[in-house]
């Protein structure tokens, strides 16, 4: 099979995407259709995993109960992190809003299996942590899917995983790697909502490179 070329069009568009592509905490309440759902989470498993182990396991969570114990352990969780701050920290830290749980049409936990048949242990030998590492990489290409078809991701941890985990009834043997809000947001935006909100700043690309 031929390989598609990728145009300087394409490539432009391509980094608009990555751009563009934000945690969103806002979201209009109206629901994504069920295939375009269906549709990002197949893409998502397009993603490179250690030994071709596709260790991602997407759990949808529609069951009403469900996804308010998992707001309340929300609200726990944030309130000890708030109360473990001072000052003007503290303050900064309480005008945030860091999850979009009562608005997201959609909630979809993301598990681990970090110990799969599939793979046959190809790669885990030396860094077991590499079949997290794979799930993080489908999460991304959830998010990116997401947003070329105008729908927002916001990844939410201020959860406990264990207590989560248990919400969901879930294989015991499954590490919770995140936890997503999913909708259309309400205002898309080049910036992260933290330097909108004036909490940190995306630092110049060079600052994160070295040399030997
Ligand atoms: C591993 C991970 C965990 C995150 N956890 C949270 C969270 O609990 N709450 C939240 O509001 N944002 C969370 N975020 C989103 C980040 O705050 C966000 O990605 C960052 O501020 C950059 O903004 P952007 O994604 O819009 O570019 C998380 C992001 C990652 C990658």
């Not at 726990?76 to 992190?81: G, P, Q």
């Not at 879930?170 to 947001?185: F, H, N, Q, R, S």
């Not at 910036?191 to 995306?202: A, N, S």
Request: proline share 8%.
């Amino acid at each position: 099979m031929t390989p598609p070329g990728f145009s300087p069009a394409f490539d432009a568009e391509f980094h608009d995407l990555l751009r563009w592509r934000r945690d969103v905490r806002h979201f209009r309440r109206d629901r994504v259709p069920g295939p375009v759902l269906d549709g990002l989470l197949a893409t998502a498993c397009l993603a490179p995993s250690v030994g071709l182990s596709e260790p991602w396991r997407f759990v949808r969570v529609d069951d009403p109960a469900r996804r308010r114990a998992v707001r309340d352990d929300f609200a726990h969780c944030n309130a000890r992190a708030l109360a473990a701050r001072d000052g003007s920290d503290a303050s900064d830290y309480a005008r945030l809003k860091l999850a979009g749980l009562d608005d997201a049409p959609h909630h979809v936990a993301v598990f681990s299996d970090n110990d799969p048949a599939q793979g046959r242990g190809l790669g885990r030998g030396t860094m077991p942590q590499t079949t997290t590492w794979s799930t993080v990489m489908a999460i991304h290409t959830f998010w990116l899917a997401a947003t070329v078809a105008g729908v927002g991701v916001g990844w939410v941890s201020i959860i406990d995983p264990a207590r989560v985990s248990a919400m969901l009834d879930v294989d015991p043997g499954w590490e919770l790697v995140a936890y997503l809000c999913v909708g259309y947001p309400q205002d898309p935006s080049d910036t992260p909502e933290l330097q909108r909100r004036g909490w940190e700043r995306r630092a110049p690309e060079r600052q994160h490179w070295i040399e030997r």
